[in-house]
T-cell receptor, first 116, second 115 residues
Framework: AQTVTQSQPEMSVQEAETVTLSCTYDTSESDYYLFWYKQPPSRQMILVIRQEAYKQQNATENRFSVNFQKAAKSFSLKISDSQLGDAAMYFCAYRIGSGNTGKLIFGQGTTLQVKP | DAGVIQSPRHEVTEMGQEVTLRCKPISGHNSLFWYRQTMMRGLELLIYFNNNVPIDDSGMPEDRFSAKMPNASFSTLKIQPSEPRDSAVYFC?????????????FGPGTRLTVL
């Protein structure tokens, strides 16, 4: 069975600094997608960034980038130039790639605090 | 587009009562997902539909839970009878099969409190 693990329940970063959130996963599949979702206090789930497993290049979206290590089954999120609005809970998620749209399997989440 | 619409946003009910949560997916999307979020178990899939047909309901906790999708624009999640341990935030999400990575778009969630 596929699992996703986020080992950091809470993280803290100073405004304008860089922070990295960790995520590891376990799967026997070769075709899958990985995602980072942000959940602010409004509880709305917002997609931050996604990575296709077949792509070696790490995904980047403005201040957000990932370090995808397929062999190590690691998928960390780096937030550069942290802003107060980045404070939220962040979830790493996995979805199998083949076949019909499949369910997302989420990690436990990491609460990010941004200090002014 | 209005995004995924869920109603009600908040629901408070007493143990034993029937609860119905509603979801309207994004127009044109053909997959719909119901997730539950709790402190203890995090975010977990309850059931998902593809083209209105239930594909995977292995996450439905027990027979008290049922979900329907009578057409492409509406789905319900029903709990009967409700219990305090059902208190959680319930999310509906939708996606479009064949759109590459099949991104799932989430609704705002329904916060359910069972007293």
């Amino acid at each position: 069975a596929q699992t996703v693990t986020q080992s950091q329940p809470e993280m803290s970063v100073q405004e304008a600094e860089t922070v990295t959130l960790s995520c590891t996963y376990d799967t026997s599949e070769s075709d899958y997608y990985l995602f980072w979702y942000k959940q602010p206090p409004s509880r709305q789930m917002i997609l931050v960034i996604r990575q296709e497993a077949y792509k070696q290049q790490n995904a980047t979206e403005n201040r957000f980038s990932v370090n995808f290590q397929k062999a190590a089954k690691s998928f960390s999120l780096k937030i550069s130039d942290s802003q107060l609005g980045d404070a939220a809970m962040y979830f790493c998620a996995y979805r199998i790639g083949s076949g019909n749209t499949g369910k997302l399997i989420f990690g436990q989440g990491t609460t990010l605090q941004v200090k002014p | 587009d209005a995004g995924v619409i869920q109603s009600p946003r908040h629901e408070v009910t007493e143990m034993g009562q029937e609860v119905t949560l509603r979801c309207k997916p994004i127009s044109g999307h053909n997959s719909l997902f119901w997730y539950r979020q709790t402190m203890m178990r995090g975010l977990e899939l309850l059931i998902y539909f593809n083209n209105n047909v239930p594909i995977d309901d292995s996450g439905m906790p027990e027979d008290r839970f049922s979900a329907k999708m009578p057409n492409a624009s509406f789905s319900t999640l029903k709990i009967q009878p409700s219990e305090p341990r059902d208190s959680a935030v319930y999310f509906c999400a939708s996606s479009k099969t064949g759109s590459g990575h099949n991104e799932q778009f989430f609704g705002p969630g329904t916060r359910l409190t069972v007293l």
